[in-house]
Each structure stands twice: as structure tokens, then as C-alpha cells.
């Protein structure tokens, strides 16, 4: 007999071993728990395992399912989207009549006449769903803590037919479409890393508990927390890797290069081995550790990395240029071409 585990997302214990029927009993109760079971390389998302799906029916007078995050019963609008480009993308969605977006302020590349924007007081979640003042204020200080704008744009069709609303990174690197409700509800990502998604979704805080890991983590003590079941646009810098570590797996990884990680991934900082690694190494004196169970992206080209080489390159006080150029110093850089910058 098959015994199952059940990871949900805000939760330290977890539930299990169940039979079959107790396992879809309780997958339908809580469609957006994480589920793992003898044979599975990691947890995963309860749609993804069909077992659980099949005659998932609640039983007479059972509860209805759990309500979504903020204690609402919601579901984000079912949008339609694409990723355009490589090194320098951007994401194109497409919406029906009545549907919505969410972005950040200053994301917007270009939109159809019949697509009307609003700015709204926090992440938009409450528009429309009958939410009080306090709840939006809250909000917006969530916003804040991450590093968000108070106010974010909404863009909803207001015409007929299909139209479309895009939104451009703000520096090179991939746009990852993820599906909350394929990911548990629930993804912590790096600060500033939310660009758009589907009205509904919710933009909250994620704590580090740990004080070396805030201290250290190479994010700071708060991170994002995406909630929801659908669509989201998360920006990272340069290539993404994904990874799915099993349980009690671990991966140690530079400080900056988490892009975003499952809720059921632990996050912590361990020391550089050597003196001479803390020193010379060039990478810090600390690691960042996620251990598994869960999947974890990772980006190649942190933005903190870009800026400081920037940095680096740009010409420091007296006006002397640290890039390249000849060796001949300035009269040589006279002949390399247009120098007014």
C-alpha cells in the first residue's frame, strides 16, 4: 500500500503517512499542498500526480476547499502569454474581455488601445474583491518592505475580443513563467524580482527567521513571497538554472544568485571553509545552503554582480577610465574611436 506525505506551505509539520483514499481525500481539501511518496524524486505539486486527481470527489458533507491566502476563496484570471527574445526579454500577455494584469510601475512596454490602465493602492489582489482599507495598507507596506513601489498598475480589458499588454525587464536576464498553483501556492523569491502576473495574486513578505541568514543571505532579512494559483513573471539576471533537490539535499550556492525557491526549501548560510578562501577567494566569506525537499532557480548574472563591475568600469574621480584602453594611456585612447563618453 502506497503511503503518502503532505507538505503544506506556511506549515512546519507535516501530514502523513495516508492511504490512497485519505491521500485524495486530502488532496482535495487542500489542492495547493506540496505531496511526496515512496519512488518520487522530490515533493511535488498535486496536479502533477494523477493518482490523487482520480475520483478525487469530496465526500458527503465534507468542508469546502481551504480558502486562499488573505483567508479569501479566489482564483487569478486565467491569462494567456508568451516570452519574447533572448538576452533582452520581455513577456507579451494576452487577455479577454475583463481580464487582468498586474505590473509593476514603470514595467510597461507597450499595450492595445482597449487595455485600461489604474493605479492601485498595494498589489492589486483586493481590487474588486470587496477588500477594506486596512487590508490594502497592508498591502502596499508589504510592497514597501520588498523593495516594491506603494502603488502598482492594473491593466484590464475593457473591449471586445483578444488584447494584449506587455512588460520589459528592467536589465538583461530571463523572464520565468510560473504557475503558483503547479508550485504548492506559494514561491519566496529575491526581493525586486516580481515584474507582472495575473489579477489575484498576492505580493507578501517572507521573513528570514535566522539571524545569520538575514544578516548574511545576501538578501537581507525579508524576501517576496508570491501567493496564488496563478500566473507570475518573476525577472532574473542573465541564465536560469533549475534544480530539484530531494530531501535533505543540499546546494551551496554564491549569496546572490537565488532567484526563487519552493516554501518547503530550507534557507540557511554556512562559513567558507579556509582562511585563504575567505580571503582570496573572491566569493565572501559565506554560502548561502537551500536543502531540499523542492526546487530552487538560480540565476547567472545577479544584478549586485553587473553594478559593481559596472562600477568598476566607469571612470573614477580625475576622470580616469579603470576599462579598457590603450597602453598607451590617454594620448593612445585618442585613437580609439568616439571617447566623448
Known amino acids: 500500500m502506497t503511503q503518502w506525505y503532505f507538505h503544506t506551505s506556511g506549515q512546519a509539520d507535516r501530514t502523513g503517512p495516508l492511504d490512497d483514499a485519505a491521500a485524495r481525500q486530502y488532496a482535495h481539501l487542500n489542492p495547493r499542498a506540496l505531496v511526496w511518496c515512496e519512488g518520487m524524486s522530490g515533493w511535488m505539486a498535486i496536479s502533477e500526480v494523477p493518482e490523487l486527481l482520480a475520483g478525487s470527489v469530496a465526500p458527503q458533507g465534507a468542508p469546502p476547499p481551504l480558502p486562499g491566502p488573505g483567508g479569501r476563496s479566489q482564483r487569478a484570471d486565467d491569462i494567456e502569454f508568451r516570452i519574447v527574445g533572448h538576452e533582452m526579454q520581455f513577456v507579451e500577455i494576452e487577455l479577454d474581455p475583463g481580464e487582468s494584469a498586474i505590473a509593476e510601475a514603470g514595467a510597461l512596454m507597450f499595450k492595445d488601445a482597449a487595455v485600461q490602465m489604474d493605479t492601485v493602492f498595494g498589489d492589486g489582489s483586493h481590487s474588486g474583491q470587496g477588500g477594506g482599507f486596512m487590508d490594502k495598507l497592508m498591502s502596499a507596506g508589504k510592497r514597501v518592505l520588498t523593495g516594491e513601489s506603494l502603488f502598482a498598475t492594473l491593466y484590464t480589458h475593457t473591449g471586445q475580443g483578444k488584447a494584449k499588454v506587455a512588460f520589459a525587464a528592467p536589465y538583461p536576464g530571463t523572464v520565468l513563467?510560473?504557475?503558483?498553483?503547479?508550485?504548492?501556492?506559494?514561491?519566496?523569491?529575491?526581493?525586486?524580482?516580481?515584474?507582472?502576473?495575473?489579477?489575484?495574486?498576492?505580493?507578501?513578505?517572507?521573513?528570514?527567521?535566522?539571524?545569520?541568514?538575514?544578516?548574511?543571505?545576501?538578501?537581507?532579512?525579508?524576501?517576496q513571497r508570491l501567493e496564488g494559483d496563478g500566473w507570475v513573471f518573476v525577472h532574473a539576471g542573465g541564465c536560469v538554472v533549475e534544480?530539484?533537490?530531494?530531501?535533505?539535499?543540499?546546494?551551496?550556492?554564491?549569496?546572490?544568485?537565488?532567484?526563487?525557491?519552493?516554501?518547503?526549501?530550507?534557507?540557511?548560510?554556512?562559513?567558507?571553509?579556509?582562511?585563504?578562501?575567505?580571503v582570496f577567494g573572491g566569493e565572501g566569506v559565506?554560502?548561502?545552503?537551500?536543502?531540499?525537499?523542492?526546487?530552487?532557480?538560480?540565476?547567472?548574472?545577479?544584478?549586485?554582480?553587473?553594478?559593481g563591475r559596472m562600477w568598476m568600469a566607469a571612470p573614477q574621480a580625475g576622470g580616469q577610465s579603470r576599462g579598457e584602453g590603450s597602453v598607451l594611456g590617454g594620448i593612445g585612447r585618442i585613437l580609439d574611436g568616439d571617447n566623448r563618453f
Open 177 to 223: 513563467p510560473m504557475k503558483l498553483d503547479q508550485h504548492g501556492g506559494r514561491l519566496i523569491c529575491q526581493k525586486d524580482s516580481f515584474l507582472a502576473g495575473a489579477r489575484g495574486v498576492q505580493i507578501g513578505v517572507q521573513f528570514q527567521r535566522k539571524i545569520m541568514t538575514g544578516l548574511f543571505g545576501g538578501e537581507g532579512f525579508i524576501m
Open 243 to 278: 534544480r530539484e533537490l530531494a530531501a535533505g539535499e543540499r546546494l551551496d550556492v554564491d549569496t546572490g544568485c537565488i532567484v526563487a525557491y519552493h516554501a518547503s526549501v530550507d534557507m540557511d548560510v554556512r562559513r567558507v571553509a579556509g582562511i585563504k578562501s575567505m
Open 286 to 307: 559565506f554560502l548561502a545552503t537551500l536543502t531540499g525537499p523542492g526546487k530552487v532557480w538560480l540565476q547567472s548574472l545577479p544584478f549586485s554582480r553587473l553594478a
